[in-house]
């Protein structure tokens, strides 16, 4: 893809986001967070090259070193984006294993798939401090990540009150061959009820290439966008 077909892909979500939330009678505006999983690091320069402040990756060994060869490449001088590199935000939006998140640290400023309580204690001690939210399942699929309301509440109780700051809210994955209004209108319904315990957890990550104009219209304030603007991956990686 050139330079110009990404730059053009990229305009054209950002004009369905504000089109989306403007007949979804909405005045603020939602995070787009470009999903740049099996794609190059490459890709991610080019992408901050355009203004892009948010890229997400799913798998913590693939991340960890496109953040280390963009960084690289930074401090080489091999590319000339310093400032829009410095002011990226890396998320973490894949399925979260436990024994990895003390790494996922190291790279991420924010974890969307938290659902455990040992992911969520080795995020709360980590000295990077990420943002974070918890993911909740609609269908409590076992085959997918997530938890309940009643499990997602409880574990909520866990976070000191010294670190609610960094919690945003609530992360979901839409179901398969279920009704997407249904289920994103269930999570809203999960993150109305959360604010009234913790007001600053009032963001919704929710929203992919296929139905993020959907999630819009329910709330969703951080989208997770990756072919609709990359373009369709490479099966390796």
Same mark, same amino acid.
């Given at each position: 893809?050139?330079?110009?077909?990404?730059?053009?892909?990229?305009?054209?979500?950002?004009?369905?986001?504000?089109?989306?939330?403007?007949?979804?009678?909405?005045?603020?505006?939602?995070?787009?967070?470009?999903?740049?999983?099996?794609?190059?690091?490459?890709?991610?320069?080019?992408?901050?090259?355009?203004?892009?402040? #948010?890229?997400?990756?799913?798998?913590?060994?693939?991340?960890?070193?496109?953040?280390? &060869?963009?960084?690289?490449?930074?401090?080489?001088?091999?590319?000339? !984006?310093?400032?829009?590199?410095?002011?990226? #935000?890396?998320?973490?939006?894949?399925?979260?294993?436990?024994?990895?998140?003390?790494?996922?640290?190291?790279?991420?400023?924010?974890?969307?798939?938290?659902?455990?309580?040992?992911?969520? #204690?080795?995020?709360?001690?980590?000295? #990077?401090? +990420?943002?974070?939210?918890?993911?909740?399942?609609?269908?409590?699929?076992?085959?997918?990540?997530?938890?309940?309301?009643?499990?997602?509440?409880?574990?909520?109780?866990?976070?000191? &009150? !010294?670190?609610?700051?960094?919690?945003?809210?609530?992360?979901?994955?839409?179901?398969?061959?279920?009704? +997407?209004?249904?289920?994103?209108?269930?999570?809203?319904?999960?993150?109305?009820?959360?604010?009234?315990?913790?007001?600053?957890?009032?963001?919704?990550?929710?929203?992919?290439?296929?139905?993020?104009?959907?999630?819009?219209?329910?709330?969703? !304030?951080?989208?997770?966008?990756? !072919?609709?603007?990359?373009?369709?991956?490479?099966?390796?990686?």
């Amino acid at each position: 893809m050139t330079s110009l077909e990404l730059f053009e892909r990229y305009e054209a979500i950002n004009k369905q986001i504000s089109d989306a939330l403007d007949r979804a009678g909405r005045n603020d505006s939602a995070e787009l967070i470009v999903v740049t999983k099996n794609h190059p690091a490459s890709l991610i320069t080019d992408l901050a090259s355009l203004g892009v402040q #948010n890229v997400g990756e799913n798998r913590h060994q693939e991340a960890s070193q496109k953040h280390n &060869e963009v960084l690289r490449n930074v401090s080489d001088g091999a590319i000339d !984006t310093e400032s829009q590199i410095s002011n990226l #935000n890396w998320h973490f939006i894949g399925q979260l294993q436990s024994n990895k998140a003390k790494a996922i640290c190291e790279w991420a400023n924010v974890i969307h798939s938290i659902d455990s309580q040992k992911a969520l #204690n080795h995020i709360l001690l980590h000295p #990077n401090k +990420p943002k974070f939210f918890l993911q909740y399942s609609a269908d409590r699929d076992q085959k997918r990540s997530g938890l309940g309301k009643e499990d997602l509440f409880a574990l909520t109780e866990l976070i000191p &009150e !010294t670190e609610v700051k960094r919690f945003l809210g609530v992360m979901m994955v839409a179901p398969l061959n279920v009704n +997407p209004e249904a289920t994103f209108e269930q999570l809203k319904n999960v993150s109305d009820e959360l604010q009234e315990r913790y007001p600053e957890a009032k963001y919704i990550s929710a929203g992919m290439s296929e139905d993020f104009e959907i999630a819009l219209q329910y709330g969703a !304030t951080h989208l997770r966008i990756g !072919t609709a603007i990359t373009g369709k991956r490479s099966s390796s990686g």
